[in-house]
C-alpha cells in the first residue's frame, strides 16, 4: 500500500517562493522515479517535474530554470522548490510516480499566485 501526502502548499505573491513536500509510505518510493504535477482551473493535469532515482531530474518547459525537483530517500519524501513564482502557476499541486499510478494520486496541495 502506497500513500503519498503532498503538503506546503499556500497563498503566495508573484515573485515567491515556496517548498512543497511529499512524504511517501511504502518501500516502492526507493525505486521508482517520482513526479510532482499540477491541475490549474479548467485544466489537465500537467507533469512539472521528475527525478529517478539517482536523481537526475527533468522539467516542463514553462518551469524550467524556477522550480527544483530534489528527494530524500533516507526519508521518503520528494521536494519541489519553486522560484520566482508567478499568477499561472497557480494550480493544486500532487505527486506521484512518474509515469503516474492512477491509485497513488492524494489530496494534493494548493498554490495560489496572487497578489
Known amino acids: 500500500q502506497v500513500q503519498l501526502v503532498e503538503s506546503g502548499g499556500g497563498l503566495v505573491q508573484p515573485g515567491g517562493s515556496l517548498r512543497l513536500s511529499c512524504a511517501a509510505s511504502?518501500?516502492?518510493?526507493?525505486?521508482?522515479?517520482m513526479g510532482w504535477y499540477r491541475q490549474a482551473p479548467g485544466k489537465q493535469r500537467e507533469l512539472v517535474a521528475s527525478?529517478?532515482?539517482?536523481?537526475?531530474?527533468n522539467y516542463a518547459d514553462s518551469v524550467k530554470g524556477r522550480f527544483t525537483i530534489s528527494r530524500d530517500n533516507a526519508r521518503n519524501t520528494v521536494y519541489l522548490q519553486m522560484n520566482s513564482l508567478k499568477p499561472e502557476d497557480t494550480a493544486v499541486y500532487y505527486c506521484?510516480?512518474?509515469?503516474?499510478?492512477?491509485?497513488?494520486w492524494g489530496q494534493g496541495t494548493q498554490v495560489p499566485v496572487s497578489s
Open positions: 511504502g518501500s516502492i518510493f526507493r525505486i521508482r522515479t
Open positions: 527525478i529517478t532515482t539517482h536523481g537526475s531530474t
Open positions: 506521484n510516480l512518474a509515469p503516474d499510478r492512477r491509485a497513488y
